[in-house]
């Protein structure tokens, strides 16, 4: 029943992203990073439980690039959030086997679908980095849910937040 409602919870979230962009680009508005962001997490979500694959890692890297760029030059702390998740999709994607033959592999459910993994490491390569990120992803969702009680509305893009990233931390629990 908890997997159902995390993955409706990330649908949800990834439409209303998709949602806040398309009215941005009606508006004739820059996109927000942020929204750009929580898409594009949504959607590696989204992949993971279609056709988990350690190649979908690639776009991930390159908005952890531009994401860290942005950080740095405008040193601001939701660029260097939004890098941090981004870096660990890409981190989980690349954990993922594709199912290449001859290769054994075993399976970790998690709240999307199964992930197959390499038999001859199941799990993360580094499982200190993928603590790490199971913490900040937890933390993340703490922040959000606080922000939904200290902000005034609308309170979109805390409610995407904290749907994203309990769902990272929950999938990264899973897979440990």
Known sequence: MFEHVM??????ATVTA?????IAHHK????CHVD???LMMGLGMVA??????????????VLVCWLGFRAARLRTGSHLHHAIGALAMAYMF???????????????????ASVAIAAQAP??????????LVAYCALAAGFAATD???????????????????????????ML
């Open 18 to 22: 998709l949602v806040r962009l398309g």
């Open 94 to 112: 690349a954990g993922q086997q594709s199912g290449v033959a001859g290769a054994p592999l075993v399976t970790a459910g998690h709240h999307h």
């Open 148 to 174: 939904l009680v200290r902000t005034p509305p609308p309170r979109v893009r805390s409610l995407v937040e904290l749907a994203l990233s309990a769902a990272m931390a929950h999938m990264f629990l899973v």
């Open 28 to 31: 004739r508005e820059h996109p």
């Open 36 to 38: 750009v962001a929580q």
């Open 48 to 61: 993971m439980h279609v056709t988990p694959s350690p190649l979908l890692a690639a776009p991930f890297l």
């Open 123 to 132: 799990g993360f390569a580094h499982p200190l980095l993928a603590w790490f």
């Open 7 to 12: 993955t409706g919870a990330v649908v949800a």
